[in-house]
């Protein structure tokens, strides 16, 4: 089961433009990831937003955390074509001494050149 | 520096084959991590290791799925008698903490497992 759910599930923009991309979530969490992933390759991480944090910046790149709307936002400013990729964001699930991510199914951007 | 590796990169297998998938984690790194992607989906966790211990096998989709860590850095998944519902790709992931939801996980490029 899934526990993110990505919003749109494909995005195309010229680039140049903004790309903002969206996520919500079920449960309580302690953290909430984005990670990118080229066709055919592993998954890269973006970036990692605490529940008690409710904005971050690297580079061209925003995340927003709602905890009461249970959802996030990622944005991307001025694209460019090498960000054309997937977009995942994950969840953990943090019991005792255990952890995992639940990623949600992921957004396809397209960034035109 | 090194990143995850995985081997093979692809894999053919006919039903009821078993597979061995290897996993090479950044050296040190605690935690590992196996995931399950579907084609269109995002990744499934599978099961957890801190060092040689594993902690959380509750992804495991059946007893046919067996995953170890004996010493601590290294890791295979097997899956016995494969069934054309396990093709997909399983990716590797670590993570140099214990508590790895408090760090990024670096992830291997996958082996995409085809079972005929």
């Known amino acids: 089961s899934q526990q993110g759910e990505e919003d749109p599930q494909a995005l195309s923009i010229q680039e140049g433009e903004n790309a903002t991309m969206n996520c919500s979530y079920k449960t309580s969490i302690n953290n909430l990831q984005w990670y990118r992933q080229n066709s055919g390759r592993g998954l890269v991480h973006l970036i990692l937003?605490?529940?008690?944090?409710r904005e971050k910046h690297s580079g061209r790149l925003r995340v927003t955390l709602d905890t009461s709307k249970k959802s996030s936002s990622l944005l991307i400013t001025a694209s460019r074509a090498a960000d054309t990729a997937s977009y995942f964001c994950a969840t953990d699930a943090l019991t005792g001494a255990n952890s995992k991510l639940t990623f949600g199914k992921g957004i396809t951007l397209s960034v035109r050149p | 520096g090194a990143g995850v590796s995985q081997s093979p990169r692809y894999k053919v297998a006919k039903r009821g084959q078993d597979v061995a998938l290897r996993c090479d984690p950044i050296s040190g790194h605690v935690s590992l991590f196996w995931y399950q992607q579907a084609l269109g989906q995002g990744p499934e966790f599978l099961t957890y290791?801190?060092?040689?211990?594993?902690?959380?096998k509750s992804g495991l989709p059946s007893d046919r799925f067996f995953a170890e860590r004996p010493e601590g850095s290294v890791s295979t998944l097997k899956i016995q008698r494969t069934q054309q519902e396990d093709s997909a790709v399983y990716l590797c992931?670590?993570?140099?903490?214990?508590?790895?939801?408090?760090?990024?996980?670096?992830f291997g490029p996958g082996t995409r497992l085809t079972v005929l």
């Open positions: 937003i605490r529940s008690n944090e």
């Open positions: 290791f801190q060092n040689e211990a594993q902690l959380d």
């Open positions: 992931a670590s993570s140099l903490e214990r508590l790895a939801v408090y760090n990024e996980q670096f």
